[in-house]
């Protein structure tokens, strides 16, 4: 085995086989393709790819911090009505599929993973959100212009995490509406943003060694 992966013929079958369609538990209005644990699907993913070393199926799970935001999103509708949104480290699909249902004008959904563009797809349609643009790309530098932009979940690594809160930042600075859902991640830098709402998110023990999380939804600090 290599460290590159093939291509796979089916993702979408694959996403469908390893997966069960669930509510998520902070948000029981929206279904996503869920897997019961990480392991296997992770393993099962390598072997489909032929390649080890593979980032963790992110895609395959409601995050705690998007959780978060899709709540926020879908008792605060305003905030993304009639706007121009991305949704940044998308993974599943939650927080897109969320502003989507709360009347965005549009919804491009962006996430580096392959596999995170087919369930995004899956998820969409499972909720019947139509129009999501899905781009499986690293949009970090880029501007096209987003009124508002979300991330969930996204302050686990430290280098990405410093090139995407000083993207953010910028995004904020030029105008654009930045969200952010996080349970308090190792590199998340508080110190810059301010707390608006909290939640106690339930989630798996396997991934988060707790059944609930304590998580925020924050907006960049003003100047
Ligand atoms: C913990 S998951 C969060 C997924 C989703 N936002 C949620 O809260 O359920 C983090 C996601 O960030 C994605 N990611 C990491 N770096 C990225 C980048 N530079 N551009 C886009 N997505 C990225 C990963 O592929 C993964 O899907």
Redesign the pocket.
Known sequence: MTGTPRPIDDPAGFIRAETRLRAVPMVPEIVLHLADEAVPIWQRTEEELGAMGL?PP??A???A???A?ARHILDHPGIVAGARVL??????G??AIAAARAGAASVEA????PF?AHAIALNAAANGAAGIAVLPA???GQDRGWDVVL????A?ERD?AE??FAWLFALAARGAAVWI?DPGRSYLPRERLVKIADYAVPVSRELEDSEIKHTSVWRPRAG
Do not use: E, H, K
């Open positions: 980032p992110f895609w799970f409601a995050w911090g998007g959780q935001l949704d940044f480290a998308s993974g599943s939650l927080v962006a996430d580096i993973d995170a690293d949009l970090v991330a969930g979940d996204i686990y990405t090139r995407v859902g």
